[in-house]
């Protein structure tokens, strides 16, 4: 098992997701009620295909029901870790062995168990109240969850603001994660086998960069010391009337560069001041002693007061 954990919807989930098959997709590859193959497998894998040969995403449909779960996703996780006493983790996507077939659950739970957020239409979530059950449509996505992560259980949350919250355990199917594992499998030979043949042809091949995990060391924001540097280094770049690095506007980096947290955290004010233009104090802009004193000086005179 792979792990990544960028933050979902991000640029870097969108990039390690190209061409790799995905468990709210595996419903195009598997039938839902017996896992057998489906029908849709083929479409599905032109698809991934084009992926990786384009290196980007291809357009997909967002219903208002998915940027609505998106949205109120917060709420309902803690509202879920109030309701059982649990603690979640965030995590990005989540991949086998062979990066070519993966899930992104909206949180993991403990050691043992995966998390999926749903926001229904309120009569949706009035019969998810009523049946206390999924239907067999989703067993694709949580059943393929289970096989990618290894764990044993995943809780599907359906969340209605101002109506109790409903959650929906789904433990492990041995028996149909045994039959997706050889669908899975069946399908992947196939389009590495096509990979091959499209990289035989004119225009070919099509190397993909595989997504590497975030290092250890990201500060508190999500940010690794090396990126705050040169977020920190552009933000000296003082812009004038002439351009940057002329005699009339010289551009020195600064000498120490904070870390991510100091580059982030902190309000401007606080911040190591930037080169400025031209003025008396030997060409850079006043500090916060020498607005104090212009600040009481101006009290002390202030205009059309005849001294």
Known sequence: MIRYDFAQRSEDWHRARLGVATSSEFHRIVTPAQGNLSKQAPAYM??????WMLGAPLPDYSSDFMERSSKMEDEAVKAYEFETDLKTE????????????????????GDDGCLEIKCPAANTHVGHMIERKLDEKHAPQTQGQLLVTGRAWVDTVSFYPGLPIVIIRTSRRNDYIEALSAALDSFVRTMLKARDAINRLPGGPFPVTPPKPLPEDFGTFGISD??????????????DSAPVGTPESPVEPPAEPPSAETTLGLPPIAQEPAQAQESGNGGKRPGMDDLRRQMEAAKAHPRGRKG
């Open 90 to 109: 965030r995590v990005g996507f989540i991949t086998d062995d062979s990066g070519l077939v993966g899930c992104s659950p909206d949180r993991l739970v």
């Open 226 to 239: 090396e990126d705050a540097t040169a977020i920190w280094n552009a933000r000296q770049i003082v812009t």
């Open 46 to 51: 032109y698809a991934l295909l084009a992926e």
